[in-house]
C-alpha cells in the first residue's frame, strides 16, 4: 500500500506528505526510541505517541515509510517543521496504536 493508502485507511490526518506514493511494506508499533531505531524495518508505517522532534530523526534512520502519530496525538511545531525538511510522510489518526497497526495489518503483503 502507498502513504496515501494508509492515511485513508486510517481516517488519518495528515500532517506532512512528503511522499504520497511511497510504498509502505511493514508495520512497527513502539515508543521507546532506541528500540525503534533497532528494529523498525525500512519502509514501515512506526505507530507512536511519541510527537517531538527526536522522532524525525528516527524515522529517517530506520527510512520509515510514514510515521502515524495515534491517540490524536499532535506533533510538537518543531517535528512537524522538521519532517517537512526531511520528506518524513507524518499523519495523526485518533486510533489507539493496537487498534491502528490491526487496522493496517491486513493491507499488507
Known amino acids: 500500500m502507498t502513504v496515501s493508502q494508509l492515511a485513508d485507511i486510517l481516517d488519518a490526518k495528515i500532517a506532512v506528505l512528503a ?18 531505531m533497532g528494529k523498525a524495518p525500512a519502509d514501515s508505517a512506526w505507530f507512536t505517541v511519541m510527537s517531538n ?12 515509510a510514514a510515521v502515524v502519530l495515534c491517540e490524536s496525538t499532535e506533533p510538537d511545531a518543531a517535528l512537524t517543521e522538521r519532517a517537512g525538511q526531511n520528506d518524513v510522510n507524518l499523519l495523526i489518526t485518533s486510533l489507539p496504536v493496537f487498534e491502528a497497526a490491526v487496522k493496517v495489518a491486513g493491507h499488507l503483503g
Open 19 to 36: 511522499d504520497g506514493e511511497r510504498e509502505v511494506t511493514a508495520g512497527y508499533c513502539g515508543d521507546f526510541l532506541s528500540n525503534v
Open 53 to 64: 522532534v527526536n522522532v524525525c530523526a528516527v524515522a529517517t534512520l530506520t527510512d520509515c
